[in-house]
């Protein structure tokens, strides 16, 4: 199979990348694409930057120019699920865009006319993860993302979120992925590990936390990539 492992930072990639005995780069679309091979498969890196409009962009381009048959997001998120703790793993049974406002018009929040308020992710993958997480003796969170271009600091902006979306963690890529493999017809799986619970310790415990939690996300996506059919 050929897999997209995405992150949006450096930090969610990197410790992807040093698993990979060798790889090719190949610059695009403001991007800097990894490819090489991990557990018999093909594989294509890249961390976006941050937000919605850059995730789409090396999605939208993993799709379609390198010809993918499943992408990965590794990552960290803030919890919102009170049994979330900085480390825990989550993965998305559907994503939504919080930050999606056309009210005005009568619609509720986070839906866009001819889209969906929620995006599913694979089940294939879903299920193969559960294996995984039992198989490696990890608890596996499985919830709600919600994802907007802020970083939430604010338990006011968190229970808000809670309540509108019944989400169980926000990041700020997972939406727009989730989106993109939709219309390409993707397989897509998303999974974060905890960095902070998005209160107003967030940009604190998120700088104390990035490097540890982003690792037990590559983690377990390297162990699921080594348990994908071929
Ligand atoms: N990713 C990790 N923590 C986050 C937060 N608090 N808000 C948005 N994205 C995040």
């Known amino acids: 199979m050929k897999i997209a492992i995405m992150g949006a930072m450096r930090e969610e990639i ?6 990979l005995e060798s790889y090719k780069t190949l610059e695009h679309a403001g991007n800097i694409f990894y490819t090489g091979h991990y557990g018999g ?13 850059f995730s789409a962009i090396t ?9 993918i048959d499943a992408l990965l997001f590794s990552g960290v998120a803030g919890g919102i699920s ?6 825990d793993l989550i993965m998305a049974s559907q994503l939504c865009q919080h930050d999606v406002d056309i009210v005005a018009f009568g619609h509720p929040y986070g839906f866009i006319p ?5 995006v599913p992710t694979d089940p294939a993958l879903r299920s193969l993860a559960s294996e995984v997480a039992i198989d490696m003796g990890i608890d596996l969170y499985e919830g709600i993302i919600a994802t907007g271009d802020q970083f939430v600091a ?20 997972g939406g727009s992925v989730a ?3 939709h219309n390409f017809g993707v397989p897509c799986f998303v999974l974060r590990a905890i960095s902070d619970t998005a209160n107003g310790e967030a940009s604190e415990d998120f700088d104390a936390f990035l490097q540890t939690s982003a690792a037990v996300s590559a983690t377990f996506i390297l162990a699921m990539v080594h348990r994908l059919g071929h």
């Not at 902006?157 to 700020?172: G, P, Q, V, Y």
């Open 59 to 67: 999605a939208s381009v993993m799709c379609e120019r390198f010809g």
């Open 154 to 173: 604010s338990s006011e902006r968190k229970s808000w979120i809670h309540e509108t979306f019944n989400a169980d963690a926000l990041e700020m890529e």
């Open 14 to 19: 990197a410790p992807i990348l040093e698993h």
């Open 41 to 53: 498969h093909e594989l294509v890196l890249a961390y976006s930057k941050i937000g919605k409009v």
């Open 82 to 87: 009170p049994e979330l703790k900085i480390g």
């Open 179 to 181: 989106c993109v493999c």
């Open 114 to 118: 001819e889209g969906t308020l929620m």
